[in-house]
């Protein structure tokens, strides 16, 4: 299938003394964003565990920041700046798998520690990916298409002929913006929670959290993966947490949990038993899930290795010169090794644990710039490529004898490198990609895709350390749900203590291992299963919207604009309320502002249910009310 190519030329926006100007408003918009997308994919991620690619949304928003500032709107300015804002978003969506776990197991991470691993893997990534750029972009062309670029590539330009793109995104930002404001993460004047709990004879637990971010999060994913997610919730509410409520109730009087002495079995709640015992069934789910994904990635592995060492050297599709990669890998393996040394203040582990960390980030990396061009960033299993990763290095460390507290936050550091260089790799490979579709520069998006990574790293790092305290809390009221980074948690502390409940474990892989004979996504569930219901269940609203909007559409070409309008709204709403929600809580630890507590109607489940179709109006009417031009109404 050819691909549609921008009539620009490349002398359009390379050289001459305007486009420096230029060139630093584009730097400097793309800094911007990377730092803006770092920071909201942080917050989100810990949020919902689920992360939105920013390379339609940077695009967009570039284009709009682009025209206002600059007068040469040239097409290869807004790509850059889409990959400055993938570059931002790549590394959070990797960095919120590990880094918070080393607070989650009762450690302390410095912000130097966390930017020289991330930095490393970042570098690494970027400079392994590189070594197969001509294989991935220009020998496999035709065969591995890259969706989400060539999404990308005609949104840039659409761009060039304007569109309703940024207004719907204000819309969302707005909405979700408010709403923030007014409930938890902001002043808390009003309940956002739904709340519905059963009775002592069968003890369940169903509530929604009234947040336009996850409602966002719910309308872009689609149907498929909202239900198939919730449906993972409602096993672990309605099916598995009153079984094992049932029997607790006959427990004796002084059994107690397993890994607390001060909670008796037969007075346990519905949350304390989804708490203690739910969620490392959860946790097994989600380990067999990421096994299985990486053992089913092992052809993808050979055959990408061995097309690796087939590849033909020499220059890419634009007759430019590969320059660049070299260094950025060996400054990214001489980081690796410095940081393992800092972090683990023995050279034998550094040197041991680096090599392997190496070794298995150039496997995987190679593995997510190929899966890129099937199926995009956003389905990329980097969480399946991590568990891999993380069960190998965890075990060199038994066998090693590292199993301290202080050796699992150096495994967890590795495993930082690792996943930020996976990661990495799958949104560097995709904006290469859109790069080579409009005839842009390679080097030039790798030395800005540099950058933004940097960038991310420092703002990610920073941003969690800042939330750490939240991060910290764990239970029904936890701020955050980190299901990734509980299960890294999790296993590692588990496995090195010998102290993981392994009955539970099991029970969750023999489950997962259920839903792989029929052929179902394990992960999606096991994700499902581990999140609160409260989260599952207004992303699945999200996509319920979405169905609406599919379902009243009644030609193809309002359908298609109505679903990117709300494709637009709906990441409005994820920016506004990850946004709004991080300022939120700074001002909160700050001592800025001070949440109230709601009080009468304000605090009940009324106002959140008023709350929750205020926001579905409010998202849904705007894209409704879409019209494609020379489309009557009637048609509509």
Known sequence: MKRKMTKSTSSESHGGKENKGSNLVVMIIGILLATVFAAST????????????????GAIIGSIILGMFSRSKNIFGKNIIQGMSSGGESIASGVIYVLPAIILIGSDVTFFEGIVVGIAGALFGIGAL????????????????YPEALAISETIQASEEGGDAGKFMCIGFVVSGIINVLTGSFLNLINNTVNFLGSKFYKWKFSTEVNPLLLGIGFIVGMEVALTMFAGSVLANFGIAPLIGYFTDFAESTAHSWNDSS?????MDVNLISGNYVKYIGAGMMLCGGLIGAIKLIPTIIVSLKETFKAKSGHDGNSEKSSG????LLVGVALAFVAGFIISKSITMALIAAIVSLILALLFVIVAGRLTGTIGTSNLPVSGMTIASLVILTLVFVVMGWTGKSDNKSLLLFALFMVVAISVAGGYSQSQKVTYMIKGRKNEMQNYFVISSIVGVVVVTGTILILKDQIAVTGVDAPFALPQANLMSTLTSGIMSGNLPWPMIIVGVVIALFLYLLNMPIMTIAIGFYLPISTTSIILVGALIRL????????????ELRISNGISLSSGLVAGGSIIGLVGIILQLTGVITPKVPIGFASGNMMAIILLIILVVATTVPIMLSKVKGIDKKNT
């Open 42 to 57: 942080a917050y989100s991620g810990m949020k919902s565990g689920l992360t939105v690619a920013a390379g339609i949304p």
């Open 263 to 267: 909670v008796l079995l037969n007075s």
């Open 130 to 145: 590189s070594l197969v750029y001509n294989y991935l972009i220009i020998e496999e062309d035709q065969k591995l298409m």
């Open 325 to 328: 990669h070299v260094l950025i």
């Open 548 to 559: 609406f909007v599919e379902k009243m559409s009644k030609t193809d070409k309002v359908r």
